[in-house]
């Protein structure tokens, strides 16, 4: 016996349930649809692209969420031309064993030998294994919560800094913080302990971040919690940026030779 189908109830029904991708299929294949023979392999299929779609807008979320300013992933990072660099430590660090157990990462070195692309690589692992991440750097980090304090929404975005899997802190070492601003530091690093991971990157060896922050019991009270259960990498070399800049001038040299 036939069944009619009203299709416009089905439809509805689907956006009712929000079940977008089946109504995409259900309008761009009917006769692949209809071609099935078991429904229960139908059925499958279908929740099967249901599925896949969801994931794949949320995946987009985390990545807009995240605001990386660049697409860096651990296969573009040249491992043979940054030998300082461990590459299975990396490719551990990349299982994400760290940010379960709420563990943090140091990068530490000159400009332009790598750090951000590792943090970035590291964020693209985590949004990809669905967790949430915020990338900022330390400049911006302070810079939004000194003007959270004129609107009086400090500690509303505060604990939004506290709200992600992984905080990524770039470009730690370029400015010296003043009191307001290192009290603003410690407290999201204070926030974090124990309770999510921070990737951070500085230009600067420990030793020199006494310059960095307020008053030597800043420093010291960062160092504590971030340090406490953390991986430190330090990379070393001339900047990659740099190291092109000559190779390029020195193949014009060549070609005007």
């Given at each position: 016996?036939?069944?009619?189908?009203?299709?416009?109830?089905?439809?509805?029904?689907?956006?009712?349930?929000?079940?977008?991708?089946?109504?995409?299929?259900?309008?761009?294949?009917?006769?692949?649809?209809?071609?099935?023979?078991?429904?229960?392999?139908?059925?499958?299929?279908?929740?099967?692209?249901?599925?896949?779609?969801?994931?794949?807008?949320?995946?987009?979320?985390?990545?807009?969420?995240?605001?990386?300013?660049?697409?860096?992933?651990?296969?573009?990072?040249?491992?043979?031309?940054?030998?300082?660099?461990?590459?299975?430590?990396?490719?551990?660090?990349?299982?994400?064993?760290?940010?379960?157990?709420?563990?943090?990462?140091?990068?530490?070195?000159?400009?332009?030998?790598?750090?951000?692309?590792?943090?970035?690589?590291?964020?693209?692992?985590?949004?990809?294994?669905?967790?949430?991440?915020?990338?900022?750097?330390?400049?911006?980090?302070?810079?939004?919560?000194?003007?959270?304090?004129?609107?009086?929404?400090?500690?509303?975005?505060?604990?939004?800094?506290?709200?992600?899997?992984?905080?990524?802190?770039?470009?730690?070492?370029?400015?010296?913080?003043?009191?307001?601003?290192?009290?603003?530091?410690?407290?999201?690093?204070?926030?974090?302990?124990?309770?999510?991971?921070?990737?951070?990157?500085?230009?600067?060896?420990?030793?020199?971040?006494?310059?960095?922050?307020?008053?030597?019991?800043?420093?010291?009270?960062?160092?504590d919690r971030l340090l406490h259960h953390a991986h430190i990498l330090n990379l070393k070399?001339?900047?990659?940026?740099?190291?092109?800049?000559?190779?390029?001038?020195?193949?014009?040299?060549?070609?005007?030779?």
């Amino acid at each position: 016996m036939s069944t009619t189908i009203d299709r416009e109830a089905l439809v509805a029904g689907l956006k009712r349930l929000k079940l977008r991708r089946i109504r995409e299929l259900l309008e761009a294949e009917p006769d692949r649809l209809a071609a099935y023979t078991d429904p229960l392999q139908l059925v499958a299929d279908l929740v099967n692209e249901e599925v896949k779609a969801r994931e794949a807008t949320q995946h987009e979320k985390r990545l807009r969420a995240a605001r990386f300013p660049q697409h860096k992933t651990l296969a573009s990072f040249d491992f043979t031309a940054q030998p300082s660099v461990d590459e299975a430590t990396v490719r551990a660090l990349a299982d994400l064993d760290f940010v379960a157990r709420h563990e943090n990462v140091v990068l530490l070195g000159p400009p332009g030998t790598g750090k951000t692309h590792l943090a970035l690589a590291l964020g693209h692992e985590a949004i990809g294994a669905g967790l949430n991440v915020r990338f900022t750097t330390a400049g911006a980090l302070v810079d939004h919560l000194y003007a959270s304090l004129a609107d009086g929404t400090f500690k509303r975005e505060l604990a939004r800094y506290g709200q992600f899997d992984l905080l990524i802190i770039d470009e730690l070492g370029y400015l010296s913080l003043d009191k307001t601003a290192s009290n603003h530091f410690f407290q999201v690093i204070n926030q974090a302990y124990e309770r999510q991971s921070v990737v951070l990157t500085s230009n600067r060896p420990f030793q020199e971040w006494a310059g960095l922050f307020h008053d030597p019991v800043t420093v010291s009270a960062i160092l504590d919690r971030l340090l406490h259960h953390a991986h430190i990498l330090n990379l070393k070399g001339q900047s990659y940026r740099l190291r092109e800049q000559l190779q390029r001038g020195a193949k014009e040299v060549t070609s005007l030779a």
